[in-house]
């Protein structure tokens, strides 16, 4: 089971960036999927999940109304859309699978089947 990322970049402060989470050798009909970034020097932590249940989503309270997580089954990827970027978003995204329908929280040893990361840096 491999997800695979894309969608990273460098932007200014108040930008914008999408990142796409894709699977490779199976479908992600059956599992939550959770985002996940770690700042240089900071521990790994949660972003956002999505149940593939009924697409409900949640969302630590850092990027409420600034970030939004969606998924296209049909295409087997999971989408985080991120605008008003801050200097304080820039790390490495990472995106994980549950292997529940429903999103559970961004607990990090809820998930596994990491992919590679992605860069995301803000700044002026």
């Known amino acids: 089971l491999q997800l695979v990322e894309s969608g990273g970049g460098s932007v200014q402060p108040g930008g914008s960036l999408r990142l796409s989470c894709s699977v490779s050798g199976f479908t992600l009909d059956y599992y939550a999927i959770g985002w996940f970034r770690q700042a240089p020097g900071k521990e790994r932590e949660g972003v956002s999940c999505?149940?593939?249940?009924?697409?409900?989503?949640y969302y630590v309270d850092g990027v409420k109304g600034r970030f939004t997580i969606s998924r296209d089954n049909a295409k087997d990827t999971v989408y985080l859309q991120m605008n008003n970027l801050t200097p304080e978003d820039t790390a490495v995204y990472y995106c994980a699978l549950d292997p529940l329908l429903r999103c559970r929280g961004v607990v990090l040893t809820y998930f596994g089947n990491w992919s590679q990361g992605t860069q995301v840096t803000v700044s002026s």
């Open positions: 999505i149940a593939s249940s009924d697409g409900s989503a």
